[in-house]
């Protein structure tokens, strides 16, 4: 048997996505190997974990493949990218100093003072520091959540190739911003208000901020108490810069457009909102939401041209996209 015999019989059941995982996966494993330094003591077990973590998604694709083999292997096979992001976007705190000494968050704040003369992530929510306001903007910011899982459990429970179309997407672009996050750290604009635990701005630049604290009607809030516990327990600190929740928000308004359009407005909307909440919830600067929109811009049409190359088919015609948002 040749190597090309023998390489597609062993990945003969592998889509884009899977492609995209393993590579991300190993690509990981490999920059931690090759840039541990001192800045990773137990680099060993996570260099381990990707080699297990490997092992466990060809296990997973090869055992789904020969058939038969369950309702767990059969929702493990469609939804393990999904299951993996948590994991992936806190690692990124733990691997964005291997590359990169310092945070850069000075470097962007210096900026957006260039910009604007002066820092809009402090000012927005001192202009309007209203509870109905905050309020909006941060149910905005915590749609984001029912955006990813929305999407991809109404084309799951519609349409298999639809889902996996939207995973493979959604998983491309997530992939490439959790390296981007490796190689370029930013904490965002919560470094003003002392809540990046082991980092202090320099005082040059921590003066720039108008206030320093968070105004007492936008704390009273129930959502700004539930994203207070959602970044307590899952934050990643340097993983601002792209916005992925600007990135992914668009993706899946780009899924709705395309297989959902009878929410496809209601969608844009609160996509619109939650690019305006990053900056007033003082999440991430102006600067992370450009680059979030210019990340799926650029990642988006990129995904699904790679897509659609892996899978060997064609995309849906206008007519047959008809039909099914129809449906």
Not at 90 to 113: A, H, K
Not at 135 to 156: D, H, K, P, Q, R
Not at 233 to 260: D, K, N, Q, R
Not at 268 to 275: E, Q
Request: glycine share 8%.
């Amino acid at each position: 048997m040749t190597v090309e015999g023998a390489a597609g019989i062993m990945f003969q059941h592998y889509r884009f996505i899977d492609f995209a995982t393993q590579a991300y996966l190993l690509g990981v494993a490999l920059l931690i190997l090759l840039f541990r330094g001192q800045t990773l003591p137990h680099w060993a077990w996570l260099a381990a974990g990707h080699g297990l973590c490997l092992a466990a998604v060809h296990w997973l694709i090869r055992r789904h493949g020969r058939g038969g083999a369950g309702r767990i292997i059969d929702f493990l096979r469609h939804f393990y990218p999904v299951l993996l992001y948590t994991g992936f976007y806190r690692e990124t705190g733990v691997l964005n100093r291997m590359l990169c000494p310092d945070y850069l968050d000075p470097v962007l704040i210096g900026w957006e003072q260039e910009l604007f003369g002066m820092q809009p992530s402090v000012t927005f929510m001192e202009r309007f520091p209203y509870l109905p306001v905050s309020e909006l903007f941060y149910m905005a910011y915590t749609s984001y959540y029912f955006m990813i899982a929305g999407v991809g459990l109404a084309l799951f429970l519609r349409n298999r190739a639809q889902f996996f179309h939207y995973v493979s997407v959604i998983s491309f672009v997530f992939y490439l911003c959790y390296t981007i996050y490796i190689f370029v750290p930013v904490i965002g604009p919560r470094v003003f208000f002392g809540r990046a635990e082991g980092y202090t701005l320099p005082p040059d630049v921590q003066c720039l901020a108008v206030s320093t604290t968070y105004p007492d009607a936008v704390r009273s809030g129930p959502f700004y108490n539930l994203m207070a516990l959602i970044y307590e327990i899952f934050e990643a600190p340097g993983a601002a810069m792209p916005s992925s929740h600007v990135a992914i928000a668009w993706c899946t308004v780009y899924f709705s457009f395309l297989y959902l359009r009878r929410i496809r407005h209601l969608h844009l909307t609160m996509a619109v909102l939650l690019c305006l909440s990053t900056v007033y919830c003082r999440y991430h600067y102006v600067l992370d939401v450009l680059a979030g929109v210019l990340t799926a811009a650029v990642l988006l049409p990129t995904g699904n041209w790679l897509y659609w190359r892996f899978e060997k088919t064609r995309p849906p015609t206008g007519r047959a996209l008809a039909e099914t948002a129809a449906a």
